[in-house]
């Protein structure tokens, strides 16, 4: 008996809680249920403040990467601004790169940087809990890599500074990257890194073909290239036109194999989850900017993650959304559920409050008919205008029948058992009785 009412009791809660951080906070509902399972939209989680650049979850969502810039302006800096503004020296332009925790709520800055004088792009490795981050110089072609665990133990790693083009490759099995890297001295070179620093030498092919990244099974990287082949013209065999063509090379083994089409499109297919993030504009005021509320849609049903975002990334696992809004970055945690489960505590949510709201009617019945001479309020008249300065607000009586004929209070022969009225509801209705109790009541077969 104890686990049969414990489990509802705390869905039940968590549907208040949510419900209360929704009012005071993002407005909406904070929960939605997809096709097998549901999710619960937990309360918001600071991370950072400042324009966000970049932000991105770990492979197994326990972590998000947040690149942030800032000015740092002081009072003593504004005072000086408004009291002589032609002298005084503008703030500088710093950046951080940040790490946040999931599982703790708590942010970690594991680098600044000079954001005037220098460009950052960061990436993780692979499945592991650390990144691969690259500090270059906005005025010529210098870079400085580092590799750093979520903690903040950051290595330098030493590679050729000059550096012509970047671009990153996370291993999508192994705790693993491969950086793709041209230099004016060395040329183009792919090379695999771990946490622990470079691993092996260089990975080329014969052919000069350029790397895409990581196949699925994250032993081999695919290159693609062009070749040209002669057309299949009797008449002129020298007739030529370009074909891509494709090879996957073993990281492990060195080996290459011919590869296909299909092979390159299967990299960039994603992970299919049963919900998807929906941002639409509203307009609210020709003088002010559009508000972009971000939505989680499944169907016919929404959960609202925040009122004004300007980007919203769930995690793959969907235990957590991260978005930024009003110039501040937040992480709101996302608890699952078992679709029946969620369903039941919604209905019962739904009866809570339907009870509640026929309570309120019955005790503003109770009250009006205290004002006037024991007289109960008639259906056949403008009951809810008699009932309105009783309550909260009208919405209070959306629903509710109004089933008594109106009369005087204390001619009422048995109030405990003559229906005031009620409000339907799935699978029942909440009654509201003359002696102002209220009580539940299944339909009949």
Known sequence: MRTAFCRPFVLLTLFAAAGSASAGQQGGPTAIAGKEKAWMLLSPKFVAEGECADMAWSQDGRFLLVNRTYMAVTPKFIQQSLSNPTTVTPPAHLGEVIIFSLETGKSRVIQKY?????????????????IFFVLQSRKEAIAKSFISTADGDIKKIQLDEKVNYMDFMPCPTRAEIAVSINTPT?????????????????????????????????????????????????????VKRQEVYYEAVNVLTGATRISSKVEYQTLFDSDETELSVDSKAIPVDAKLRPLTPALFRSGDEIALIAGDVTRAEPNRQMTGVAYCSQGMVFVRPMAEMPLAAFLAAKEAAERTAMISNAKQIATACMIYAADN??????????????LLPYLKNSKMMEGFVLSFKGGNLLKVEDPANTILGYIPGKGGRAVAYVDGHVKWIKNGP
Do not use: C, H
């Open 186 to 238: 060395e040329g183009k070179m792919l090379m695999r890194f771990a946490s622990s620093g470079q691993i092996g030498g260089p990975i080329t092919t014969s052919s000069g073909s350029e790397p895409v990244g990581y196949l699925k099974n994250g032993t081999e990287i695919l290159f693609s290239g062009y070749r040209k082949i002669a057309l299949a013209a009797p008449s002129d065999a020298r």
């Open 373 to 386: 001479d024991d007289q109960l309020p008639s259906n056949a008249g403008k009951w809810q205008d008699n």
């Open 114 to 130: 000079d954001a005037e004088e220098l460009n950052y792009t960061g990436r993780w490795l692979g499945t592991g809990s650390s």
